[in-house]
C-alpha cells in the first residue's frame, strides 16, 4: 500500500460513496471505545466499517489513486512497524503464526492510516467533528456509567469496580486501568477544547467535563490519573492566555471548589490516599508501585544477554520476578520493547514518538496538538501498564495509534492539494 493516496480527476460516485463510508467508519470506530458492549464486537465494527471500506476502495478506484512512496515520516513507520513484526524471528519459541499475527495487525494499522488521510483530506473539518464526537459520546457513555455503577453499589461515593460497574465496562473492560486510558483521554481532549473555544460553547464543555472527570477518578488508577495530570499543566501553559477571558477562569476556579468540596464531604480524601500509596509500608517502601520496579529489573536481567536485538517475541512469556512472582507482561511499552526487540526497537520507537511530537508541535496546522497531546498522555500511561505495540485493537489504539494517525493525516492536507469535489 501507498504512503500518500492523491485522486487524480474529479471523484466519480463510486469513489465518492466510499469516502463518505469511511467518514462514518472512522466516527463509528472511535464511538466503540465508549459504546462497544465487548472488544470482538469492536473489531467487527472497524473490520466492516473501515478495513473493508479500504480494500474495496483500493479494489475498485486503484486507477484512480496514485500512491507516493517518498513520504518519510510513513516510510519510518513502516520501517518500525515491520521491525517490530520480524523480532520474532529470533525468538528460541518462533512459531510462524506468530508472523501472520502480526502481519494482520500491520495491514489493520496501514488500512487505519489510509482510512485517516483519506478522509481528512477529503473533508477538511473531519477532524472537528470527530474531537466533538468523541467528547459527546464520552460524556454521554460516562453518565450511564455512573447512574449503573451508584444504583449497584447503594454507596455514596464507592470507587468504580468492573465487577459492579456498568455494562459497558462489564463488557469492554476488564481492569479499571484501561477505563482510566480512556476516560483520562477524553478528559484531556475536553480540557482541550475548553481553553481554545471562546464564548457560551465553553460553558458546555465544562458541563461535559464533569461526568468524565468524576469516572475517571473512581477508577483510581494512578497511572492514566498521574499522566492526565502532566498532560493538563501542558494544556494550561500552551492556552495561558485563555485566562484573560474572566468567565473562562470563574468556572475553573468553581469546578475545582466543587470538587475539593466534594472530596471533603464524600470522605474521598483516605480513599484517594490509600490508592496512591496502598501496598506500601516503612519496611517494604517501592512495593507501592505494585511490584512494577521488580518487572522492569527482571526484564533487564533476562534480557542482558540480548541487549542491541532483544530475546525474539513470543506470545504469552510471563515475567518471574525474584520472589517468584509471575506477571503476564512487562507492564511499560518500552521495557516490553526492550525485551523482545532490543535497544535498536527501544531507539526506533522512541525517535518514531520523537517525531510524530514534534510535528504535531511545530506544524502549522494547529489542529495536530489536541493529538499530539492525546499521544503524549498515551505514552505516560503505558509506561504503568503498556504491552507491545503492536497489539490487536483495544484502548491502546485510542491513546497512541489513532493519534499518530491524525497527525500524519493532517500533517498531508497542507502539504498536497484536497480532491476534487466536481462529479
Request: aromatic share 16%; hydrophobic share 55%.
Amino acid at each position: 500500500m501507498g504512503v500518500l493516496c492523491l485522486v487524480r480527476g474529479p471523484e466519480t460516485k463510486v469513489l465518492k460513496t466510499f469516502l463518505y463510508l469511511l467518514a462514518f467508519g472512522l466516527l463509528a470506530f472511535v464511538a466503540g471505545f465508549f459504546f462497544s458492549p465487548t472488544p470482538g464486537t469492536h473489531e467487527q465494527i472497524f473490520l466492516f466499517l473501515v478495513n473493508l471500506p479500504v480494500v474495496l476502495l483500493l479494489a475498485c478506484c486503484w486507477k484512480r489513486l496514485q500512491f507516493d512512496l517518498s513520504e518519510p515520516f510513513f516510510l519510518f513507520t513502516l520501517a518500525v512497524l515491520f521491525y517490530l513484526a520480524l523480532s520474532s524471528l529470533w525468538s528460541p519459541k518462533f512459531e510462524l503464526a506468530t508472523l501472520v499475527y502480526f502481519g494482520r495487525r500491520i495491514l489493520t494499522l496501514l488500512s487505519l492510516f489510509v482510512a485517516v488521510l483519506l478522509v481528512v483530506r477529503r473533508f477538511p473539518d473531519f477532524e472537528k467533528l470527530l474531537v466533538w464526537v468523541l467528547v459527546l459520546l464520552a460524556s454521554i457513555s460516562a453518565v450511564f456509567v455512573l447512574i449503573h455503577h451508584f444504583h449497584e453499589v447503594n454507596s455514596r461515593f464507592a470507587l468504580l469496580s468492573i465487577t459492579k460497574g456498568s455494562f459497558l465496562s462489564l463488557g469492554r473492560y476488564n481492569t479499571t486501568i484501561r477505563v482510566g486510558w480512556i476516560w483520562g483521554g477524553s478528559c484531556l481532549c475536553t480540557l482541550w477544547l475548553f481553553m481554545r473555544i471562546r464564548g457560551w460553547t465553553s460553558l458546555l464543555l465544562a458541563f461535559l467535563f464533569v461526568p468524565q472527570f468524576i469516572l475517571f477518578i473512581l477508577t483510581l488508577s494512578r497511572g492514566p490519573l498521574l499522566a492526565f495530570l502532566l498532560s493538563g499543566l501542558i494544556v494550561f501553559v500552551l492556552n495561558i492566555r485563555s485566562f484573560q477571558e474572566k468567565k473562562k477562569l470563574l468556572i475553573i476556579l468553581a469546578f475545582l471548589t466543587v470538587a475539593i468540596a466534594s472530596l471533603v464531604g464524600f470522605d474521598l480524601t483516605d480513599k484517594l490516599t490509600h490508592g496512591f500509596t496502598r501496598g506500601w509500608t516503612p519496611d517494604t517502601g517501592l512495593s507501592g508501585l505494585s511490584h512494577r520496579l521488580e518487572i522492569w529489573q527482571a526484564v533487564v536481567q533476562e534480557t542482558r544477554g540480548s541487549f542491541i536485538l532483544g530475546q525474539g517475541f513470543a506470545r504469552k512469556v510471563p515475567v518471574t520476578v525474584a520472589s517468584g512472582m509471575q506477571f503476564p507482561h512487562s507492564h511499560n511499552f518500552l521495557v516490553s520493547v526492550f525485551r523482545f526487540s532490543g535497544l535498536l526497537g527501544v531507539l526506533l520507537v522512541g525517535m518514531h514518538l520523537s517525531v510524530c511530537l514534534w510535528i504535531s508541535i511545530s506544524h502549522k496546522n494547529h489542529r495536530t496538538r489536541i493529538w499530539g497531546l492525546l499521544l503524549f498522555y498515551g505514552c505516560l500511561c503505558l509506561l504503568t501498564n503498556g504491552k507491545y505495540p503492536l497489539a490487536g485493537l483495544s484502548e491502546f489504539w485510542f491513546i497512541y495509534w489513532l493519534p499518530i494517525c491524525m497527525i500524519y493525516g493532517l500533517r498531508t492536507m497542507n502539504k498536497y492539494p484536497q480532491m476534487d469535489d466536481t462529479p
